[in-house]
């Protein structure tokens, strides 16, 4: 039987380099043989180009609703028989995934209360709890200016009060989940080399030994 894969979550501000830092991740991963996949929510199900086109603003939803389908989406993220992330870490592949339900807290939180948003991810037995989660944190101003420079156009959460305000969230978050989820939190404010050392540090040490 094939020994069951690790799943690695990165979260992030957008802005925090978290596409940079993943691509980096899935090169070293490949030039060391280790046999992963890359996922990331919103999924490429239905429910997952519902809460895109929420986000982009083509369609006005309200905490609520993305909350809910935010849930929707990883129960099916999680369980699809295909290529659902318990498919895959059964067959020995491990995950990483960009965003997961770290980022509902801290989003969804924001006008929701923590409460609900919390209870109905971690009370679920068909929601997979990851093995690490890596924060790449940066400071609100860092954010807005990479966004600035980076996008034509923004999303509904990436103005800059409301970046501040998500990652005082997920700091509250990170705090309530202390002792019981293992999240590492790294300094993306740096150069990509010196972010990705972390990272790397971090991935490798979870994956049991895989080079360093």
């Not at 944190?137 to 600035?148: F, G, K």
Request: aromatic share 8%; charged share 25%.
């Amino acid at each position: 039987m094939s020994k069951q894969g690790k799943f690695i979550v990165i979260e992030g501000l957008d802005g925090s380099g978290k596409g940079t830092q993943i691509s980096r991740l899935a090169d070293a991963l490949t030039k060391r043989g280790v046999n992963f996949q890359l996922t990331a929510e919103p999924t490429s199900h239905a429910t997952g180009g519902l809460i895109r086109d929420a986000l982009g603003g083509v369609t006005k939803r309200t905490s609520a609703e993305l909350a809910g389908l935010f849930l929707a989406d990883r129960i099916a993220h999680c369980q699809n028989s295909a290529d659902g992330i318990a498919a895959m870490l059964g067959r020995g592949v491990n995950v990483i995934c960009d965003r997961y339900y770290y980022s509902s807290f801290a989003y969804q939180g924001m006008e929701l209360g923590l409460d609900w948003v919390m209870s109905a991810n971690l009370n679920c037995p068909a929601i997979l709890k990851p093995d690490l989660c890596i924060f790449l944190d940066v400071p609100t101003e860092v954010a807005d200016t990479r966004i600035s420079l980076g996008r034509a156009s923004r999303e509904i959460f990436e103005e800059a009060k409301t970046i501040e305000r998500v990652r005082r969230k997920y700091f509250e978050v990170f705090g309530i989940l202390s002792g019981a989820h293992n999240v590492k939190i790294i300094n993306a404010a740096r150069t990509p080399d010196e972010v990705f050392a972390d990272v790397w540090a971090a991935v490798a040490e979870i994956l049991d030994g895989t080079e360093k």
